[in-house]
């Protein structure tokens, strides 16, 4: 493959060029993205609407993972998603990925008037979203096993019921780290994920890349690039 690498010199720019190199791939100029076989992009919010009407009118599948977008920009991805793949996820490692669909079971299970859910993630100083896209999907998922839509509020008094509640620390350099609790009044169930090396959010790019090849245009995710699509 060739593939186009959109925030080359980034913290996960420089790993997912590594990571094509290692496979043998190559990687194309920025101006040369239109005669590509994907753009993996890993930038900032404030270029997906450059990226979206570019990849569309070139045909180019997108592997997306640029966390914080607004609702606006996530409009401009759905409509892209018109033309051509795209692969967005807020995670792209195999153990978040799973526990994604975990977290959507539980939820399922757990009547949301009994078992609080709450999501705490701790991220690297540099980090620019809170809650980050990984809390955010992971909300979704509790949502979505619920049966309901997800709604983000900032905590004050006491503890409405049913609610999702977030909360993120930054520190340091941790890479990304997610826990999400369901705690009742006699237990509490407990669903972690450290992320220990970024490499493995590139790696799953790449993969999703090599995916994306000759399938047709959609909004895809790393449950479709894994073979986990289930029925809700
Ligand atoms: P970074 O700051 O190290 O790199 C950002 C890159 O985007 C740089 O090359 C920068 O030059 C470029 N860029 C383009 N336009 C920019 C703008 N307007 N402002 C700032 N930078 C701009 O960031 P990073 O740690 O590589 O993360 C990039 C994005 O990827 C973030 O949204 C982050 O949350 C996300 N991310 C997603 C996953 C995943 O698995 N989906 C994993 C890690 C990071």
Not at 122 to 151: C, F, N, W, Y
Not at 212 to 228: R, S
């Amino acid at each position: 493959m060739r593939i186009g690498v959109a925030g080359a010199s980034g913290r996960m720019g420089r790993l997912v060029t590594e990571e094509v190199l290692a496979r043998g791939d190559s990687v194309a100029e920025p101006d040369d993205w239109a005669g590509c076989d994907a753009v993996i992009d890993f930038t900032h919010p404030d270029r997906v609407a450059r990226h979206a009407s570019l990849l569309a009118e070139a045909r180019v599948p997108w592997i997306l993972g640029t966390t914080g977008l607004s609702s606006a920009q996530q409009s401009l991805v759905a409509a892209a998603a018109i033309r051509i793949p795209i692969v967005q996820a807020a995670n792209f490692s195999t153990g978040v990925t799973l526990v994604l669909e975990l977290a959507r079971r539980l939820a399922a299970s757990l009547p949301p008037d009994v078992y609080d859910a709450e999501i705490l993630e701790t991220h690297h100083r540099q980090k620019i979203d809170s809650p980050s896209g990984t809390a955010l999907a992971l909300g979704q998922a509790v949502a979505a096993g619920r049966g309901e839509a997800m709604v983000v509020r900032a905590q004050q008094g006491a503890r409405e019921a049913g609610a999702i509640g977030f909360a993120s620390l930054r520190a340091g350099q941790v890479v990304g780290e997610h826990t999400l609790l369901f705690a009742s009044a006699a237990e509490q169930i407990v669903l972690g994920h450290k992320a220990l090396d970024r490499r493995m959010f590139a790696q799953g790019s790449v993969k999703a890349a090599a995916w994306a090849q000759g399938k047709l245009p959609g909004l895809y995710d790393m449950n479709d690039v894994m073979g986990l699509r289930t029925t809700p």
